[in-house]
């Protein structure tokens, strides 16, 4: 079942918010995962940057991806800009399982259920049962606003040609597949079965776990 607006607050039972991410409108404070509200949308904030040139005024940019819409955007503003965050409170929930309404997960305190559609979800192909994330709900609206990942997990190599043994010093990368079902290059030396640290923010592998 999927829950919006004040509905929400009364299935999850959710307090007022007290604890809340809330930021300066100026583009000086940017951050990779702020929401933003542009032209009337809500976004956030993928990557992020500065242009500088002797001749002209700085620049920020930022690679945008639509929360309550499809689109990834680059926005361009001039230096010190203003910007239009959304605050919002970030709440502990479990990954349970994907079926015909979305993405479903469970609120670690409450024991409640949401389920949320693939285009909120940071990194999906990710997505293992029993995995903790965090979810980002709007104060004003009271609707979840996106799903975060923690930065690094640990996945099973479900699937991958057979390494070199003892090459642990070469650069040369191969794909495996993993217990989610996503696809990872990997080093030779990583063989099926071993578990292994990705970043899920790059989709890049970190190291052997042993």
């Known amino acids: 079942m999927i829950f919006s607006g ?10 007022f918010y007290k604890n809340f991410i809330a ?4 583009t000086a404070d940017i951050s990779r995962g702020m929401i933003i509200k542009l032209d009337g949308s809500l976004y956030t904030v993928v990557e992020f940057g500065e242009n500088k040139t002797a001749r002209a005024a700085a620049k920020v940019w930022a690679k945008l991806k639509g929360l309550d819409n499809t689109r ?4 361009v503003w001039n230096s010190g800009d203003t910007i239009y965050p959304v605050r919002v409170e970030r709440k502990a929930y479990q990954y349970l399982y994907k079926d015909d309404t979305g993405y479903n997960f469970m609120d670690n305190e409450t ?10 979800i940071d990194a999906p ?3 293992k049962e029993a995995q903790e994330v965090s979810v980002l709900i709007n104060t004003e609206t009271e609707q ?6 923690p930065d690094k997990i640990i996945v099973q190599v479900t699937y991958s040609e057979p390494g070199l043994r003892g090459d642990t010093a070469t650069r040369t990368l191969k794909p495996a597949k993993v217990e989610t079902g996503a696809t990872v290059n990997v080093p030779l030396f990583v063989n099926e079965g071993e578990l292994i640290r990705i970043n899920t923010k790059t989709g890049e ?6």
């Open 23 to 26: 930021y300066m409108a100026n």
């Open 111 to 120: 024991f409640e259920q949401i389920a949320l559609q693939e285009h909120l």
């Open 125 to 127: 192909q990710f997505l």
């Open 72 to 75: 990834s955007i680059e926005k």
């Open 144 to 149: 979840p606003m996106s799903v975060e990942l």
């Open 6 to 15: 004040r509905s929400l607050r009364r299935a999850l039972n959710l307090p």
């Open 205 to 210: 592998y970190v190291e052997r776990v042993k």
